[in-house]
């Protein structure tokens, strides 16, 4: 790496956003509205909402949904087609083996 260079480096261009209008007293007067609403009860927090999306892909899928009611899982998945493809190399072998070996 050399100290002195021919040209100058370009600097990357600076991000600068001006919003056009920005009102900071309505900006905390909503949050605190927020606040305020979520201390009564009238609004459910953000905090306490925790989504239930475990499982959705599979039931929206019928493939995946038989594999899960009989109690597969991506690992037995994963060895069923290892064993697949084994079975395929060993039966093309026994095909070399009978047909081009004379």
Do not use: C
């Not at 600097?11 to 905390?28: A, L």
């Not at 927090?45 to 995946?64: A, C, N, R």
């Not at 290892?82 to 072998?93: D, M, Q, Y």
């Amino acid at each position: 790496m050399s100290i002195f260079s021919f040209y100058k480096m370009r600097k990357p261009r600076q991000f600068d956003h001006k919003p056009i209008y920005w009102d900071p007293r309505r900006e905390d007067m909503e949050e605190r509205e927020r606040r305020i609403r979520r201390e009564l009860g009238m609004e459910e927090s953000l905090e306490d909402y925790k989504p239930q999306i475990k499982g959705k892909f599979v039931e929206g899928t019928s493939h995946l949904k038989r594999s899960y009611n009989r109690g597969e899982d991506a690992r037995s998945r994963k060895y069923k087609n290892f064993k697949l493809a084994l079975w395929l190399v060993v039966l093309a072998f026994i095909f070399w083996i009978l047909f081009f070996f004379k």
